[in-house]
């Protein structure tokens, strides 16, 4: 099974991603600079997380379809992974924070 996406980027002509999903199987590809040196694209993470904000092509219900269809797949098991390290380092953020706070508190200013 196939997926093809336009997506606006940084240049004039959209981007395309293609995901391909045979079983356990799956491939995602974009033809930015950074899918084209196989680095983890936003275009394909924004993709498959749902995110319709960049499509350019006339087809947001395939992104459901696309959804069900990573089910089980590496790529759908390491987004897991992604969105479990974001959220950890959002937490680590709002713990430096607080961490400011009381010490520009012990020393009687506030933090930047």
């Known amino acids: 099974m196939e ?3 336009l997506v606006s980027g940084s240049q004039p002509e ?5 995901f391909t999903v045979d079983g356990a199987d799956a491939t995602a590809l974009c033809t930015c600079p950074a899918g ?3 680095r983890a694209c936003k275009h394909r993470i924004g993709l498959l997380q749902g995110d319709i904000s960049r499509l350019a092509s006339a087809n947001p219900d395939d992104l459901a379809a696309l959804a069900t269809a ?5 790529i759908l098991e ?3 992974f992604l969105d479990e390290a974001e959220d950890r ?3 680590a953020k709002t713990a430096v924070a607080e961490a400011k706070r009381r010490l520009a508190r012990a020393m009687g200013r506030d933090a930047d």
Request: aromatic letters at 18%.
């Open 14 to 18: 959209p981007y395309r991603v293609v």
């Open 36 to 38: 084209a040196f196989d």
């Open 89 to 91: 380092l959002e937490a």
């Open 70 to 74: 990573m089910e089980g797949t590496d």
């Open 78 to 80: 390491a987004m897991r």
């Open 3 to 5: 997926f093809t996406f």
